[in-house]
């Protein structure tokens, strides 16, 4: 099956900064992607995903980069502001394409100070 | 609204006593799943269901049982095998079962803690 590492696991910027966190897959038949971001209180909700067929995505200030060769992926957020703190999850296909399963990194808290 | 429903948002039993936590999704997705939550370790996944009348282990379904007799509705029983039962429980669904390339939709989540 699939293994995801995910690091940091906290974080902590000030507002304005970059933030990158980094995950690592082990299975290479994988081929999606996503990033989920908790708020507290709150269930995950999907922010961005990517296919295995592209390198990079974007969407405003929240973008993600693939490395298929070296089987990481990383989600970049730029002029991070205090409503981006959250609990951020990376995800991929539980043993390659198994329907509907998805294996989650162990969380990276964000923190964003004003 | 369309939505992911979980209630009760907290619940709180006593060891060796089985608890049904209510998961009910007005989306028409077809699968359904059930994760745990736990400081440090991310989601991790429980039951899985990609049809009505049918449903999956996932890693952790040693104490959990599961019912799918409705698409919108897909329950969990924590069991008193369950060694241990406190956590953050969350459920989602997808619009289909044609792979894992559908978006999961989430909801709030209910915590469990065993007395």
């Known amino acids: 099956g699939e293994n995801v590492e995910q690091h940091p696991s906290t974080l902590s910027v000030q507002e304005g900064d970059s933030a990158v966190i980094k995950c690592t897959y082990s299975d290479s038949a994988s081929n999606y992607f996503p990033w989920y971001k908790q708020e507290l209180g709150k269930g995950p909700q999907l922010i961005i995903d990517i296919r295995s067929n592209v390198g990079e995505k974007k969407d405003q200030r929240i973008a993600v980069t693939l490395n298929k060769t070296a089987k990481h992926f990383s989600l970049h957020i730029t002029e991070t502001q205090p409503e981006d703190s959250a609990v951020y999850f990376c995800a991929a296909p539980a043993g390659g394409t198994s329907y509907g399963k998805l294996t989650f990194g162990q969380g990276t808290i964000l923190t964003v100070h004003p | 609204d369309g939505g992911i429903t979980q209630s009760p948002k907290y619940l709180f039993r006593k060891e060796g006593q089985n608890v049904t936590l209510s998961c009910e999704q007005n989306?028409?997705?077809?699968?359904m799943y059930w994760y745990r939550q736990d400081p440090g370790q991310g989601l991790r996944l429980i039951y899985y269901s990609q049809i009505v009348n049918d449903f999956q282990k996932g890693d952790i379904a040693e104490g959990y049982s599961v019912s799918r007799e409705k698409k919108e509705s897909f329950p969990l029983t924590v069991t008193s095998a369950q060694k241990n039962p406190t956590a953050f429980y969350l459920c989602?669904?997808?619009?289909?079962?044609?792979?894992?390339?559908?978006?999961?939709?989430f909801g709030p989540g209910t915590r469990l803690t065993v007395l």
């Open positions: 989602a669904s997808s619009i289909s079962d044609r792979g894992p390339l559908d978006e999961q939709f």
């Open positions: 989306l028409n997705h077809d699968a």
